[in-house]
């Protein structure tokens, strides 16, 4: 059975500069929305500096669960939805904002808050314009609904979610 996670598309929630999404606190989650055999043919491979500085390859597997709908890339929690989204996409610029190393080095985000557009731009090295992929591939979601204890509850609904979910973008190397 398919999981019931209410996904937007990126151009449902972006109307030109304007973005439909609360000023709240949650937890949220990209999905590739697009054909999963154009996600599973991009450059699916990735070196990171792990313990000691030692380079270690990292290769982005179909392992997500069954009952998903849909391929989850990035899960995180914010103290503002719609802030920390557009942190993410950097929608005002256009081209590509990450140099792409042909080793397949993780290369320098432009900030530490550009993780979904870096992701993207990682795994497409050859297309000019990533948020074009993104507005057409990349899907949405979040929930804001943790009652009393919302900041111990967004804290371990993250990391079950990351755990269960898998995100590719999530992964990063012991240091």
């Known amino acids: 059975m398919k999981a019931t996670i209410e996904i937007r598309s990126i151009k449902d929630i972006c109307s030109g500069p304007k973005i439909d999404l609360p000023h709240e606190a949650g937890l949220y989650a990209f999905w590739w ?8 043919s991009s450059n699916r491979s990735i070196i990171l500096k792990g313990p000691g500085g030692r380079l270690v390859n990292v290769s982005y597997e179909d392992w997500w669960p ?12 914010t103290t503002n939805i719609r802030r920390r989204f557009s942190l993410h996409l950097k929608r005002g610029c256009g081209g590509r904002l990450h140099d792409y190393h042909p080793e397949n080095h993780k290369t320098p985000p432009k900030t530490t808050s550009c ?20 507005e057409n591939s990349v899907g949405f979601s979040y ?8 900041v111990a509850e967004r804290f371990f609904q993250e990391d079950l979610l ?3 979910w898998r995100p590719w973008f999530n992964i990063d190397s012991e240091r």
């Open 66 to 77: 069954e009952e998903l709908a849909y391929p989850c890339l990035y899960v995180g929690k």
């Open 33 to 40: 929305v697009g054909d999963r055999d154009t996600l599973l």
């Open 115 to 134: 993780q979904v557009r870096w992701g993207i731009e990682h795994i497409f090295p050859e297309v000019s314009e990533p948020l074009e992929i993104i």
């Open 143 to 150: 929930r804001t609904d943790f009652g009393e204890n919302d």
């Open 162 to 164: 990351i755990g269960t």
